[in-house]
């Protein structure tokens, strides 16, 4: 069974620009959740979706945004980057459930100069 | 707002030893989940272990078990004989069991272990 798959793997973009990530989740699985993660704050919650559908959204500005496909693939999209956006970006996958695990792909490496 | 606390950055572990990560969290809700995830250096995060608040019973994965203390708020990571391919950096996690979302998870900072052969 394939894991979650996160394109691109890594990217430079300037500021200003906007980026746009994605993330196929494992097959059968339609949640699908986005984290930040830099080496000052850590990982911290994007926002989840479920049946194409926001279930909950982080505390991060209007800039970040997302969306999820009928068939669960999810893109996130961040606009007039800013270096602050520097960061890996992970997705992560799961059935809906009370064992909640999450399945995470291997991040999306952004850096913006 | 929960919060989770590792107040580790670093830990080392000579290999076939045994050692312990903490983890304090900050909650004012009864009903929650634990977990600690291990992310190696390909980035990759992968579930070690998973504890319902609800059970009493501490959770065990083969050579990974949690002291899990409910009145104190803490969940320590216990390694049993360490091995090189358990180096990686190991984050606890909280998981609320309201509000209907799964996949929002509060993390700790991070312990990084070092296995020395």
């Known amino acids: 069974k394939a894991g979650v798959t996160q394109t691109p793997r890594y990217l430079i973009k300037t500021r200003g620009q906007q980026v746009t990530l994605s993330c196929s989740p494992i097959s059968g699985h339609r949640s699908v959740s986005w984290y930040q993660q830099t080496p000052g704050q850590g990982l911290q919650f994007l926002f989840e979706?479920?049946?194409?559908?926001?279930?909950n959204k982080g505390n991060f500005p209007g800039r970040f945004s997302g969306r999820q496909f009928s068939n669960s693939r999810s893109e996130m999209n961040v606009s007039t980057l800013e270096l602050g956006d520097s960061a890996l970006y992970l997705c992560?996958?799961?059935?809906?459930?009370?064992?909640?695990?999450?399945?995470f792909g291997e991040g999306s490496r952004l850096t913006v100069l | 707002a929960q919060t989770v606390t590792q107040s580790q950055p670093e830990m080392s572990v000579q290999e076939a030893e045994t050692v312990t990560l903490s983890c304090t969290y900050d909650t004012s809700e009864s009903d929650y989940y634990l977990f600690w995830y291990k992310q190696p250096p390909s980035r990759q995060m992968i579930l070690v272990i998973r504890?319902?608040?609800?059970?009493?019973q501490n959770a065990t994965e083969n050579r990974f078990s949690v002291n899990f203390q409910k009145a104190a708020k803490s969940f320590s990571l216990k390694i049993s004989d360490s091995q090189l391919g358990d180096a990686a950096m190991y984050f606890c996690a909280y998981r609320s069991d309201y509000g209907g979302s799964q996949g929002n998870l509060i993390f700790g900072k991070g312990t990084k272990l070092s296995v020395k052969p």
């Open positions: 992560a996958s799961s059935l809906m459930g009370y064992t909640g695990e999450l399945f």
């Open positions: 504890q319902e608040a609800y059970k009493q």
């Open positions: 979706y479920f049946s194409e559908t926001q279930r």
